[in-house]
Nanobody, 121 residues
Framework: QVQLVESGGGLAQAGGSLRLSCAAS????????MGWFRQAPGKEREFVAA????????YYADSVKGRFTISRDNAKNTVYLQMNSLKPEDTAVYYC??????????????WGQGTQVTVSS
């Protein structure tokens, strides 16, 4: 089973940027499509972005399209989320997880601890 550790969250002003990282353990990381999800207080966890196992395919939630960029480095077993033009509504705990490419839900029920992103107006 792949273990996931998210990092890079913090406090940012509206219009600012943050870069999140998700470090995965396990030899099979490179064979999985990976995604980012987020959960705001009082709301359900929602899909943010996903990337194919090779990194050539990417797709995004409409709410972040054009502002966020997902990428991965299979040599480092890490997936990234570059977040630009942040908005207060991006405030949430961010998680990564494996996905079936094309889907907007995770393919595993195992979640890491997440990383908190707070955007002030």
């Amino acid at each position: 089973q792949v273990q996931l550790v998210e990092s890079g969250g913090g406090l940012a002003q509206a219009g600012g940027s943050l870069r999140l990282s998700c470090a995965a353990s396990g030899r099979t990381f490179a064979s999985y499509a990976m995604g980012w999800f987020r959960q705001a207080p009082g709301k359900e966890r929602e899909f943010v972005a996903a990337i194919s196992w090779r990194g050539s395919g990417k797709y995004y939630a409409d709410s972040v399209k054009g502002r966020f960029t997902i990428s991965r480095d299979n040599a480092k077993n890490t997936v990234y989320l570059q977040m630009n033009s942040l908005k207060p509504e991006d405030t949430a705990v961010y998680y990564c997880n494996s996905v079936s490419y094309g889907a907007t839900h995770s393919s595993s029920d195992y979640w890491g601890q997440g990383t908190q992103v707070t955007v002030s107006s």
